[in-house]
């Protein structure tokens, strides 16, 4: 459901939306090998905990039984690379929210600004929450949101407001 800070609600959003980047699928295809020890292409269940701890993810006992659960009652019990950047992207990309690059942001920006005027005004925020999210906002929900982002009060969110709004959470 529409979580009452519009910044997390636009940072998931966008996360959302990112695509991995390059580095991010080398490191893990780099690991997928690692631990598929046969090399027939797929992961042992029994593996993934102890691959995903050599990335630096801790998760927690119960995270672990839902996943394994989920890699049993598929396949046999055994991954695929797909499966397992599925499992890892998410957590890859919530845990780069806060590096990303000028490039990351002009193209998230761009997202929201539909008719490329270096603004985001509330019919185009309306828009981007709607396609992204497939819901609608009331009205008052949307005014919020402007309003707690556009930091010069014009109506709008610039670049500059879109970038602080990120780096903020």
């Not at 997390?8 to 490191?27: G, I, K, S, W, Y």
């Not at 995903?52 to 989920?70: A, D, H, N």
């Not at 929210?97 to 005004?121: T, W, Y």
Request: with cysteine.
């Amino acid at each position: 459901k529409w979580i009452n800070s519009s910044t997390c609600v636009l940072l998931h959003l966008f996360l959302q939306e990112r695509e991995l980047a390059q580095a991010e699928l080398d490191e893990l295809q780099e690991a997928f090998k690692e631990f598929d020890y046969d090399q027939d292409g797929y992961l042992n269940y029994k593996d993934v905990a102890e691959c995903m701890r050599t990335m630096g993810y801790m998760p927690t006992e119960m995270e672990l039984l839902e996943i394994v659960q989920q890699i049993k009652m598929r396949m046999g019990g055994l991954m695929d690379f797909e499966d397992f950047t599925e499992l890892m992207g998410p957590r890859m990309m919530g845990e780069t929210a806060d590096m990303l690059g000028l490039k990351e942001l002009q193209s998230a920006f761009a997202q929201f600004d539909l008719d490329r005027d270096g603004k985001i005004n509330q019919d185009e925020m309306k828009e981007a929450i709607k396609s992204m999210l497939g819901e609608k906002l009331k009205k008052g929900e949307l005014e919020e949101i402007i309003k707690e982002l556009d930091i010069n009060a014009d109506g709008s969110i610039d670049f500059e407001e879109f970038v602080m709004m990120l780096s903020i959470r």
